[in-house]
T-cell receptor
């Protein structure tokens, strides 16, 4: 069965370190998204991609970057981790059609100390 | 810009009670509307969706109707179960394939 997987599931890091969260999907979807989930804010869009070599900034992109070198993967990098980036991160993918369903990974819980 | 507003939680109900979670939206054009559910420790999964006015989405006893005149997509279930305890998110997609805009989520707790 097709799926979308995130790794690691839990990560603890220190302020100032570079951190990369992995996202891999086997749906062969062109569209991929990164969201962060924080209490009182719901899910907010960080970055997204509509295909290989395409990346776009979302609502809360400062301090994050992504790259899309193939269809399956969209890694999220925190260039210099800050305590404000402690959150739960979700990756999602979808087809590019109206009413398309986004399929979510299980999430990565990141703590920046 | 587009936005979603859903009722604040938590919502606490007894088993077999009737559930309503209100959701209203602001959007240009004709967005697609969704309800996602998140069980403890898991990612989000689609509960139901509607892509045009007056469409009714339904799944697992849950229903929601796309009401363009009131810009609403309220979630209802006639008889909740303990297993329905979760966080529910209302969301919209403004154009085909674009990112979802989420409400803040409503936590539902059902006791036996």
């Amino acid at each position: 069965d097709a799926e979308i997987t995130q790794s690691p599931r839990h990560k603890i890091t220190e302020t100032g370190r570079q951190v990369t969260l992995a996202c891999h999907q086997t749906w062969n979807h062109n569209n991929m998204f990164w969201y962060r989930q924080d209490l009182g804010h719901g899910l907010r869009l960080i970055h997204y991609s509509y295909g290989v070599q395409d990346t776009n900034k979302g609502e809360v992109s400062d301090g994050y970057s992504v790259s899309r070198s193939n269809t399956e993967d969209l890694p999220l990098t925190l260039e210099s981790a800050a305590s404000s980036q402690t959150s739960v991160y979700f990756c999602a993918s979808s087809e590019g059609t109206r009413g398309n369903i986004q399929y979510f990974g299980a999430g990565t819980r990141l703590s920046v100390l | 810009g587009n936005s979603v507003t859903q009722m604040e939680g938590p919502v606490t109900l007894s088993e077999e009670a009737f559930l309503t979670i209100n959701c209203t939206y602001t959007a240009t054009g004709y967005p697609s509307l969704f309800w996602y559910v998140q069980y403890p420790g898991e990612g989000l999964q689609l509960l139901l969706k509607a892509t045009k006015a007056d469409d009714k989405g339904s799944n697992k006893g849950f229903e929601a109707t796309y009401r363009k005149e009131t810009t609403s997509f309220h979630l209802e279930k006639g008889s909740v179960q303990v297993s329905d305890s979760a966080v529910y998110f209302c969301a919209l997609s403004g154009q085909a394939g674009t990112a979802l805009i989420f409400g803040k989520g409503t936590t539902l707790s059902v006791s036996s």
